[in-house]
Nanobody, 119 residues
Framework: QVQLVEFGGGLVQAGGSLRLSCEASGSTFSINYMGWYRQAPGKQRVLVATISIDGSTTYTEAVKGRFTISRDSAKNTVYLQMNSLRPADTAVYYC?????????????WGQGTQVTVSS
């Protein structure tokens, strides 16, 4: 089993910054990628950014140039630096870990952390 714990959510004014952290612990196995997703009230959960085992990154168009995903492999931690935040970024942010053996192994999700951006 893998546990993912997110930190860093909160309330911030538009234009401000937050940094989310996701720490993985528990069983060790090969990872395909880790990423951040978000879910706004009444909407589906959507991809924000991912970082693969080789360090390559992807971003949804809405956050390109404002958000940066990074990792510290030694700490089993993934970060999401969010700058120039907008009210539209308000959502619960979830960390996800996709194992290399997916779908034989399930994806793992954190419990989520609330990000609220006021106008």
């Amino acid at each position: 089993q893998v546990q993912l714990v997110e930190f860093g959510g909160g309330l911030v004014q538009a234009g401000g910054s937050l940094r989310l952290s996701c720490e993985a612990s528990g069983s060790t196995f090969s990872i395909n990628y880790m990423g951040w997703y978000r879910q706004a009230p009444g909407k589906q959960r959507v991809l924000v950014a991912t970082i693969s085992i080789d360090g390559s990154t992807t971003y949804t168009e809405a956050v390109k140039g404002r958000f940066t995903i990074s990792r510290d492999s030694a700490k089993n931690t993934v970060y999401l630096q969010m700058n120039s935040l907008r009210p539209a970024d308000t959502a619960v942010y979830y960390c996800k870990l996709r194992p290399a053996r997916w779908p034989a192994l399930n994806d793992y999700w954190g419990q989520g952390t609330q990000v609220t951006v006021s106008s």
